[in-house]
């Protein structure tokens, strides 16, 4: 029976196969952290390693070079039990282990996009998602980068004829307000009536 301890909070105590249930499930990350007694905690990696799987390697920092184009490996991704890693880009933790169905779960949720880091056994580095999993993140044939060149020109074009518009009207031309028109019957000032 182990206690567990995710974000300063701690339920428990759990029994190991509701552990691993919860790890199948995705409620169990290798980074949390286990205890027996609530003095020492220990992360669940650390502590059942075979219930994790091979650890992978740590999550590339903004320092690190960046090749131009990384290998791509062969990689098993239209098999629904192959064990993925993926970086959370709000905590900047990795997670993980998960199955392709279960990234599919988060990128439908939007807690997992295309530019999420991802990495499973065998792969020499982590990758963007969207490059090694067609199935949850399909190439799309609309290039936005075509509609964004579009609108920049067309909002140029605006531009332009609202200058030109100014410049020909001159530097002199003022809109002058139009005469209050006179309402109907009114045929100027009114006389007194004797």
């Known amino acids: 029976m182990y206690f567990l301890r995710r974000r300063g909070m701690s339920t428990g105590p759990h029994p190991v196969d509701q552990l691993e249930r919860m790890r199948s499930s995705g409620h169990l990350m290798a980074q949390d952290q286990l205890s027996a007694d609530k003095q020492v905690w220990v992360s669940a990696g650390d502590l059942f390693p075979a219930l994790f799987g091979p650890v992978p390697p740590p999550v590339p920092t903004k320092d690190a070079g960046k ?42 949720t939007r807690q997992f996009k295309g530019h999420n880091l991802v990495w499973q056994k065998g792969m020499p580095e982590w990758i963007r998602a969207d490059r090694v999993l067609p199935e949850i993140f399909p190439k799309s044939s609309f290039h936005w980068g ?9 909002a140029g074009i605006g531009l332009a004829a609202w200058l030109l518009y100014l410049a020909l ?26």
């Open 67 to 108: 090749s131009s184009a990384p290998p791509l490996m062969q990689t098993n991704t239209s098999s629904k039990v192959t064990e993925w890693f993926y970086v959370d880009t709000v905590t900047r933790q990795r997670q993980g282990p998960v199955t392709v169905r279960d990234l599919a779960t988060l990128a439908h």
């Open 169 to 194: 009207a001159g530097p002199n031309s003022q809109t002058v307000p139009p005469e209050k028109p006179q309402a109907e019957g009114d045929f100027g000032p009114k006389e007194a009536n004797p």
């Open 146 to 154: 075509i509609v964004a060149l579009i609108i920049g020109l067309l």
